[in-house]
């Protein structure tokens, strides 16, 4: 017969009808699943006892290898086998050179928004990786807890913007996951201390990962937690210790060369053995060999620290600013939460220690910390609980904004709001007669569009044309308890609206997702080219309307028949470019348009100011002025 | 009548309630739902109701309300493994027949 769980009173299901969810810790380094069973909050481990599943995939001969049995072919077959993918979620192929000079593996050349990397199974995009460990983290869950999920929460990093989180959704949904919520990671860590039910006062989180690095500066009052404000740095983790010491290593073996993709990888394996022996010895004898490579020598645990120091003041000086950013003194700070494996590392703890001025709470195993904290409030959106015993409240990482003229970003919603929020702004248009608007939305704390990143474009189009400046168009930004954002603008005058389901540029439609993304970089490319387009068509539109408004007041009496007929005929031909589809040809004709009304415009100019100051004089002005 | 507890699922109940840090047993009981007519109840007990019949075993209070006993009296409540699935077992000897999945059964 079937296995049953202890429920909480009242909360028995109907057979076949078990509310069964997970929290998943998608880590860049890696990855676990947890699910309260019977009231407890516990890791789910695999067949072989492995609580903690490696974030590597491999793309081998006979098929997808996820978690340790890839890891062990990451020496020998590099450029198949897949590391720190968490890292490219909802990145730009632009965002990459920063990336690239430390990744293994090849990126395929291609004009596509996502990055895609070079596989023996074709070009493969960060979701689809990361959906890979997903999947096998769920199947895991199935075994372990014998019937279908309802859902799960999925923790991200605090840091992570509208693209990333949208991406970490994409993956879940090629996994075939119901997602129930994306929870900050630091939050779930204080839910997975039960410091909700604690002390009233500011938490701090210190979230040192394989490859991201959080602060969180969390405060609890009457039972909820509010996000004061988060800082740190998405690049920046245990790996890169491991890299310091791979780079002393190599340095010290005085090899000349440039290492391969494998002797790389086997440097740094070695450089975190010897991390994490470090924790509990205080000096380690390490041996590399790899064909014509071989050194041995000792790293003692001051050394390391000499190594890393660089790297953890890094980390402190991102907990002062975030202190700051929150406007707590140090002082304030009730309890420090360690989470992340690279905390473990004792120079860690110390540096961090001294700073808060407490000793920081290590209790549970912080690689596991954030799944149970994920379990936990999984179980709490499922329905198992009677009440809604936890509300969390979380922040925007990165201010939300829209591009206004001249390419500058103007926020709407600024960093550190908590979530869900709505905020409405008013805009008004730049021309006579403009009847569309683009709405260009962007993240990021840059004044110019160009340093932020972008989340999405969509144009209101169709209300009637008003002198510049008359139209009152406003904008609508709102972010849902995920932290996802949706868009919407209306011209207040004539009703007219235009309400977009915002993706972020690097998120998917649902039918891309059907097809796997593979071809995402031709949809990148026809949207481009049809906004292009219709950015022309919307500037042709434009100068038709103001034209024929103008011929009619004073056509007639300022121009000539033969320059009449000049003007209809660049007119003529813009018109018939518009209805065509390249832009560059509408983009032309508009010039066309324009030389052709260059004097027409001049003497409407000077006619203008003519019937301005007729019968006034130049000294009422004067007047008027001084009054 | 009795309700008893196997050793392991005795350990089991008291690490669990431990962890969950209130509750005074473990209620057992029968509703009528699933596929075959009826489903088990396992749940954590905070309040003990009028009709409620309380039995102790191994030092835990077993919590079954009248009507339930009917039908599961003389069950014996097992923790078992399967695979990676582990979870409670009723070993109910007024069991005629169960659904495919053993989740819901007939007397």
């Known amino acids: ?627 | 009548m009795a309700i008893t507890l196997t050793e392991p699922a005795a350990e089991r109940i008291k690490s669990f309630l431990e962890n969950r840090g209130k509750g005074i047993g473990l209620r057992l009981g029968v509703k009528t739902m699933g596929c075959s007519g009826m489903g088990y109840v396992i749940e954590f007990v905070d309040e003990i109701n009028a009709d409620d019949e309380v039995f102790e075993d191994k030092d835990i209070k077993v919590i079954v309300d009248k009507k339930s006993l009917v039908y599961l009296d003389g069950t014996e409540v097992d923790f078992a493994r399967e695979g990676l699935n582990e979870g409670f077992k009723f070993n109910n000897p007024k069991e005629k027949d169960s659904c495919g999945c053993g989740e819901s059964f007939t007397v």
Not at chain 1, 152 to 168: E, G, L, M, N, S
Not at chain 1, 203 to 224: E, H, M, N, P
């Open chain 1, 1 to 627: 017969m079937a296995l049953l769980q202890i429920s909480e009173p009242g909360q028995t299901t109907a057979p076949h009808q078990h509310k069964l969810a997970v929290g998943i810790d998608l880590g860049t380094t890696n990855s676990l699943v947890a699910s309260v069973r019977s009231g407890e909050a516990q890791t789910l481990a695999d067949i072989n006892g492995d609580h903690i599943l490696p974030s590597v995939v491999r793309y081998a001969e006979q098929g997808i290898e996820v978690g340790q049995a890839a890891i062990e072919h990451a020496v020998i077959d590099p450029s198949n086998t897949i590391v720190s993918i968490k890292r490219l979620m909802g990145r730009a192929a632009t965002d990459l050179k920063s990336l690239r000079q430390s990744s293994p593996y090849e990126f395929s050349i291609s004009e596509s928004v996502v990055p895609k990397i070079k596989t023996r199974a074709g070009d493969v995009s960060a979701v689809e990786v990361s959906s890979e460990i997903l999947k096998s983290l769920k199947t895991r869950a199935i075994e372990t807890l014998g019937d279908e999920l309802v859902g799960a929460v999925i923790t991200v990093p605090a840091y992570f913007d509208d693209a990333q989180r949208q991406a970490t959704k994409d993956a879940a949904r090629l996994a075939e996951l119901n997602v129930l919520r994306l929870l900050n990671e630091p939050t779930a860590a204080a839910v997975a201390y039960g410091l909700d039910t604690g002390q009233e006062g500011v938490i701090a989180i210190y979230d040192l990962g394989g490859g991201t690095f959080d602060v969180s500066i969390l405060r609890l009052k009457q039972g909820v937690f509010e996000v004061l404000a988060t800082g740190g740095d998405s690049a920046l983790g245990g790996d890169d210790f491991d890299h310091a010491i791979a780079d002393w290593m190599l340095q010290q073996s005085g090899c000349k060369k440039i290492p391969t993709p494998s002797l790389v990888r086997l440097l740094m394996r070695e450089a975190r053995s010897a991390k994490e022996q470090l924790a509990s010895v205080t000096e380690v004898n390490v041996k590399v060999e790899l064909d014509d490579f071989a050194w041995q020598g000792e790293l003692t645990r001051s050394q390391m620290q000499a190594l890393i120091e660089p790297l953890i003041k890094k980390t402190i000086m991102a907990c002062r600013r975030s202190l700051r950013d929150a406007d707590v003194a140090v002082e304030d700070v009730l309890e420090v939460v360690m989470v992340g494996g690279s905390t473990r590392t004792l120079a860690v703890r110390e540096m961090v220690g001294e700073f808060f001025r407490r000793e920081p709470l290590v209790s549970i195993d912080p690689d596991k910390v954030v799944a149970i904290g994920a379990a936990l409030q999984a179980d709490v959106l499922a329905g198992n609980k009677p009440d809604d015993e936890m509300l969390l409240l979380d922040v925007i990482p990165l201010s939300l904004g829209i591009e206004t003229m001249g390419g500058l970003a103007e926020k709407i919603i600024y960093r550190n709001t908590p979530i869900p929020v709505a905020k409405a702004q008013d805009f008004t248009t730049y021309k006579d007669g403009q009847t569309a608007m683009a709405v260009h939305v962007v993240q990021g704390e840059r004044e110019l569009v160009d340093d932020c990143r972008s989340l999405a474009r969509f144009d209101l189009r169709g209300f009637p044309p008003h002198v510049a400046g008359a139209a009152r168009i406003r904008v609508t930004y709102q972010v849902d308890a995920d932290g996802l954002l949706t868009v919407s603008a209306c011209e207040e005058n004539s009703g007219v609206e235009a309400s977009v389901d915002v993706k972020p540029s690097y998120g998917l439609t649902d039918s891309e997702i059907e097809t796997m993304l593979r071809d995402s970089m031709d949809h990148a490319e026809d949207d481009m080219h049809s906004r292009m387009l219709r950015e022309q068509q919307v500037e042709a539109d434009r100068v038709v309307e103001a034209l024929d408004a103008a011929l009619q007041v004073d056509g007639d009496e300022l121009l000539s028949e033969d320059e009449k007929a000049n003007i209809a005929q660049a007119r003529n031909q813009l018109i018939e470019a518009k209805a065509g589809d390249d832009s560059e040809i509408i983009k032309a004709a508009i010039k066309q348009v324009e030389d052709a009304c260059a004097d027409y415009v001049a003497r409407r100019m000077n006619s203008n100011i003519r019937n301005a100051m007729q019968g006034h004089s130049v000294e009422e002005y004067a007047g008027n002025e001084q009054e």
